[in-house]
C-alpha cells in the first residue's frame, strides 16, 4: 500500500530541524536518536505525556517534527496528536507515527487524525532519516 504523504509550507531546509521522538521502548528511542542526531537536534522521551508536557512548555522553540509510537503508557500517540492538531500554535509541526501494527486502518486512521507520515516496526536507519527529510521537504 502506498501512502500520500503531506507537506506543508515554510520549513526552511537550510535551518537544522529540532525532532522530538516519543516512545516507552528505550532501544527505539536510541535508533532514533542515533538515526537522527548527525544532522539533526533530537530530544527523546518515553511516553505520551512526557512529549505533550514538552510541547506545551515550549511554545517559542517548538520542533520540526514529532515521531510518536502509536502505543504509549499515560498518553497514547494518537492523543499527543490530537492535541498538537488542536493547538493552533502547533499547527507547523509535522508528525510521523510510529507503531509495531501496520494493519491498514492504524495507517488510515494515523492519516485522517492528521499525521504527515507513517513508518512500521521494525524499520531500519535509513528508512527513518528519509522519512524525516521528506517530511521536513
Known sequence: MSVNIRKRDGYAASMP????A???DEDIREMID?????EFDVETVKDG?????????????L?????????????D??????????NDGMQDIQVIMLTSRSREEDIVRALEAGADDFLAKPF?????YGRVQQTLQ
Open 49 to 61: 505525556r512526557e512529549a505533550w508536557e514538552y510541547l506545551e512548555e515550549s511554545p517559542d522553540s
Open 17 to 20: 530541524a529540532e525532532i522530538l
Open 77 to 86: 500517540g494518537f492523543s499527543v496528536l490530537d492535541h498538537i492538531r488542536e
Open 34 to 38: 542515533v538515526s537522527l542526531s548527525e
Open 63 to 75: 520542533p520540526k517534527a514529532v515521531i510518536l509510537d502509536v502505543m504509549m503508557p499515560e498518553m
Open 22 to 24: 516519543a516512545d516507552d
Open 124 to 128: 531500519n536507519k535509513s528508512e527513518l
